[in-house]
């Protein structure tokens, strides 16, 4: 949950503290706990399942591409785009979007 949502919740809680609602507010509590246990679960999942990485890497010298984009594609990762960016005094940069 976010910090704004949290805030809320909390102030919520404290009001019905105050209000004499004790039942509801343990309910709550136990209810946020599990949603928050279950909310971890999903986010580890939707890690596992992002088949994307994006890489950025500066090199020097401009024939120094070739090497870490022919280790990439040797290790099975297929690369989607390849953004040169050239600098002055011949250093560059180089942007690999590659999905898994």
Sequence with gaps: MTTSVSLWT????GIAVGAGLYICSVV???????INHVLVYISHYQEEMN???????EIKEGDAV??????????????S???PFWLPVSAGSL???SPL
């Design 10 to 13: 909390i102030s919520a809680i």
């Design 81 to 83: 785009s390849i953004f």
């Design 51 to 57: 088949k994307e990485i994006a890489f950025y890497v």
């Design 95 to 97: 942007f690999i979007d």
């Design 66 to 79: 070739k090497e870490p984009v022919a280790y990439l594609k040797d290790g099975g990762y297929k690369l």
């Design 28 to 34: 709550t509590v136990i209810l946020i706990i599990l």
